[in-house]
């Protein structure tokens, strides 16, 4: 039996949004026949989810209807259906799977919307500050359509300027791809209008109305701990491309929002402000840049043929990423010092925060373990994506320009391919790098009178990590759990 989904309808839609900014960071790798497919069903999603928000007018006893339409989003559907319509005239596009990104922050939406339908009181006309806060909900929907719509711009022209590099004459095949991604790219650009309107117009505004919970205190520690945990179980079993791609994610996060924390607490003179600023931030900065070679190197393996994502792994990297937003964001930017402050207890966040750095440690060392097994494998376009970067930097590695290392063949049918030694020696750098700048990150913290408390791993990770969180209010826009069956009124609407 599946454990229950216990995140709230706001910690849904900001991991969506969140999701959203994450393929800007990686627009290289998006694939834009991919985007087009999931795109209206996300438009679609958004609808229905924004369609069941409390509104102005409601009478007692009328509840919601099971969709209310949105103008807005009505305009903004009008363009992804000529999309669809000309994804269904392109063989290449028409048959493309839809983009998992986009996919899961659909399901999100979904999920978003049936919590809503679920725990809406239909007998009491929704008060101020409810209204207030399925306004900040609708305002966040907007932004990760708006952010969307902007990378399938991206994936567009890429994908045109690729395929119009090479040959000054090209085939009458080729023109019509570059056509129609021409035209993909102007319908992605309207609706990044039409969605950036709608932005700028609310969501400064309709953000302030975000209701928030106060953080469970322990939630912090218990994520980092079921996150060791789950990565360290993913990664000593067989490990996909996408299982050591969301790990090395996670793990980046952690250690910047981590950075963050410890910044506040020397703000506020809960550690030595000094030590923070001359020897542990530098320290934390160099291993963010050097966790993020990894991640690089990751990715552009997990390109295509990545394989499904661990179900565990992935709602422990779920977890321990909204524990930490819950505490450093506000909409979509940092809290300030004050207000984060006052979300927590900053000597105790301080503790953790040291300890997730040894934790990393043994994190990491089980990735590099995975990376360089000689048994290795990935897809022949992920492993040519990492070569032409790392040549991009350090020049062609080529031992004969008539035998490259990946064969057209394997590529055009994404084979699976082991890597060159010289691509092993490189991960397996860039992984020793990564644990140097740990080990002078950890000399650094322990310096300073950070760390103290017992590595947390009382967790088996049997169960939701989530299950020790308080319930949240309202539309739990904010973070905290979203009420259960047995949580009557939970969702004070």
Same mark, same amino acid.
């Given at each position: 039996m599946s454990e229950r989904d216990a995140r709230?309808?706001?910690?849904?839609?900001?991991?969506?949004?969140?999701? @959203?900014?994450? +393929?800007? !960071?990686? /627009?290289?790798?998006?694939?834009? &026949?991919?985007?087009?497919? $999931? *795109?209206?069903?996300?438009?679609?999603?958004?609808?229905?989810?924004?369609g069941v928000l409390p509104r102005r007018g409601s009478a007692p006893g009328q509840g919601l209807p099971s969709i209310a339409p949105d103008p807005s989003l009505g305009r903004l559907r009008a363009v992804t259906d000529r999309m669809e319509r000309l994804r269904g005239t392109r063989e290449w596009l028409s048959s493309a799977p839809p983009s998992p990104q986009l996919s899961a922050v659909r399901d999100n939406l979904l999920r978003a919307r049936d919590l809503v339908v679920e725990h809406h009181h239909a007998?009491?006309?929704?008060?101020?500050?409810?209204?207030?806060?399925?306004?900040?909900?609708?305002?966040?929907? @907007?932004?990760? +359509?708006? !952010?969307? /719509?902007?990378?399938?711009?991206? &994936?567009?022209?890429?994908? $045109? *300027?690729?395929?119009?590099?090479?040959?000054?004459?090209?085939?009458?095949?080729?023109?019509?791809?570059?056509?129609?991604?021409?035209?993909?790219?102007?319908?992605?650009?309207?609706?990044?209008?039409?969605?950036?309107?709608e932005v700028r117009r609310t969501f400064p505004s309709a953000s302030r109305g975000e209701w928030r919970e106060l953080p469970n205190p322990s939630r912090l520690r218990e994520s980092m701990g079921a996150w060791e945990v789950e990565a360290r179980r993913s990664l000593s079993g067989n490990a996909t491309p996408a299982d050591r791609a969301e790990v090395v994610r996670v793990q980046g996060a952690i250690l910047a929002m981590g950075r963050v924390l410890l910044g506040v607490a020397a703000h506020q003179g809960v550690i030595d402000r000094d030590g923070f600023r001359d020897l542990v931030e530098p320290s934390l900065l160099e291993v963010e840049a050097r966790v993020g070679e990894v991640r690089g190197m990751v990715q552009d393996l997990a390109t295509r043929g990545s394989g499904g994502l661990d179900h565990r792994l992935a709602r422990a990297g779920s977890e321990v990423v909204l524990a930490h937003t819950e505490l450093v964001l506000d909409g979509t930017g940092a809290a300030s010092p004050a207000v984060i402050a006052r979300r927590t207890d900053l000597r105790a966040i301080s503790s953790d925060v040291a300890d997730a750095l040894p934790a990393a440690v043994g994190v990491l060392s089980e990735l590099g373990t995975s990376l360089t097994d000689p048994a290795l494998v990935t897809n022949a376009v992920g492993l040519q994506h990492l070569i032409n970067r790392l040549e991009r930097g350090q020049g062609p590695r080529l031992e004969s320009p008539m035998t490259p290392w990946v064969a057209p063949r394997d590529l055009a049918l994404g084979r699976s391919v082991p890597p060159p030694d010289w691509v092993r020696a490189e991960i397996d750098g860039a992984v020793e790098a990564a644990f140097r700048a740990l080990s002078v990150a950890i000399t650094a913290s322990t310096s300073v009178g950070l760390g103290g408390r017992e590595h947390f791993r009382d967790v088996t990770g049997e169960g939701s990590p989530s299950a020790l969180r308080p319930p949240a209010g309202r539309l739990g826009l904010g973070q905290g759990r979203s009420p259960g069956p047995a949580d009557p009124g939970v969702a004070r609407m």
């Open positions: 709230s309808v706001g910690e849904l839609l900001l991991e969506g949004d969140l999701a @959203m900014r994450r +393929l800007l !960071v990686d /627009a290289e790798r998006l694939d834009v &026949a991919e985007l087009t497919a $999931a *795109l209206p069903s996300l438009l679609r999603a958004a609808e229905e989810f924004v007998q009491a006309v929704p008060r101020p500050d409810v209204l207030a806060d399925g306004a900040a909900a609708r305002a966040r929907v @907007m932004h990760t +359509l708006y !952010v969307s /719509a902007h990378a399938v711009v991206l &994936a567009a022209r890429h994908s $045109a *300027l690729d395929r119009s590099a090479g040959a000054r004459r090209r085939p009458a095949w080729r023109d019509r791809e570059v056509g129609a991604l021409g035209a993909i790219q102007h319908l992605a650009e309207s609706l990044e209008q039409l969605a950036g309107e």
